[in-house]
């Protein structure tokens, strides 16, 4: 990889603050009934991916030079007794953004450890570091979980 892994941290979390937790600007999906979000900088190209709105798998690529170097995959959503209510989904889905803003470059995947407002509490776990990695994140309002997500991933090994 001709990129180091602080390079690569540093990039996503420009990357991710402006994609989905910076409310960025959708663009042409390569896939029918995908959302699209993009971020570019220099020789670097960071493309998140997915489909749905309570339950919304998907997929984040980082591309050098246009080789795919680096990826995560995620999935999880609403818990299914909140499948319908697109407003209280929408509230969620905004704190999960305000969480997914606090990125840090030590663990450039998804939100911070620990995060309060108010009755909402974002909480993440993974382990591992930018070349390999595993975490949970959840959403808890009054105390009760609303939301989780499994993510995967790390650098891509070519032949």
Known sequence: MEVSPEKLAGFLVKAKSQAYAGDGKEIRPQRPSFKELEYKEEDLEYRDSYTGFYFAPGQEIVRFQGRPIWAMSYSGGMRPEYH??????KQTFTFLK?????????KPFRGPKNLGDGEWQYTNASEGGITDFKGTEHIFLKGKEVFRQHYIGGLIIPK
């Open 98 to 106: 305000k969480a997914l803003a606090m990125v840090e470059e030590s």
């Open 84 to 89: 319908g209510q697109k407003d209280f989904a």
